[in-house]
């Protein structure tokens, strides 16, 4: 009875232990909630610098970089993002500009000729579909680029159109995550809080992959 006593109060001690260590400012819980905080801060600091949507490309090297820290469980999510936002803004926002003048035709045509009524139209419609969906990726790539790599506006665009094609299994689940994005902000308004962030942290974890795969080291 004594040893079954004994036993009985160590298990207890052992939970306690457990809960203590999962539950305290070092453990696994603490962890979990610091790390979802930064993804959430990260999306909302990319929401709101992208209003004026020719900011678009420095909030995209911010929250590049923001997501990368968080990953790597270094600095101060705000730090990080302005550190990348303002890093090469005399680079991004020429390219963002182009990229606004770009979306909105590219946009504009989609609309206009499916909705023209003949299948000539109907089918060239689809051509830019095409293009739509690999300027998304490519779109994915450029800015991270911008922020890691030297060189100008069409050194990054060749590196950019590269990983594009030739990753292109991660471009469409980069572009399938887009779309899931929207999907979800289509159907649940208030995840525009939250999935932002977590579309940042997956797509600098794929990014990130694909530039190991192409220069051999660790980014």
């Known amino acids: 009875m004594k040893n079954d006593e004994e036993r009985h109060n160590n298990t ?24 979802l905080g930064n993804i959430i801060w990260t999306g909302l600091l990319w929401l709101v610098t992208s209003i004026p949507l020719i900011t678009m490309g420095c909030s995209a090297m911010g929250a590049s970089r923001a997501a990368e820290m968080t990953r790597k469980n270094q600095g101060y999510v705000t730090k990080e993002f302005f550190a990348g936002f ?10 963002q500009v182009i990229n ?3 979306w909105a035709w590219l946009i504009f045509d989609c609309i206009y000729l499916y909705g023209y009524g003949t299948e000539y139209a109907q089918a060239l419609s689809y051509v830019l579909y095409g293009i739509l969906f690999f300027a998304l990726g490519l779109n994915c790539y450029y800015y991270p680029c911008l922020r890691i790599f030297e060189g100008n506006f069409f050194e990054i665009f060749k590196i950019s159109f590269y990983m594009t094609f030739r990753h292109l299994l991660t471009t469409i689940v980069l572009v399938g995550l887009i779309a899931a ?29 694909v530039m190991q795969k192409e220069i051999g080291e660790t980014i």
Do not use: C, H
Not at 86 to 95: I, S
Not at 183 to 207: E, H, N, Q, R, T
């Open 12 to 35: 207890g001690k052992q939970k306690d232990r457990k809960l203590r260590e999962f539950f305290g400012l070092e453990g696994s819980f603490s962890g979990f909630m610091n790390t």
């Open 100 to 102: 606004l003048i770009f």
């Open 181 to 209: 994005a929207l999907l979800a902000v289509y159907l649940m308004p208030w995840s525009v809080m939250i999935v932002p962030g977590l579309w940042w942290y997956a797509a600098d974890i794929l990014i990130k992959r």
């Open 86 to 95: 303002k890093g090469d803004w005399k680079r991004a926002l020429p390219v």
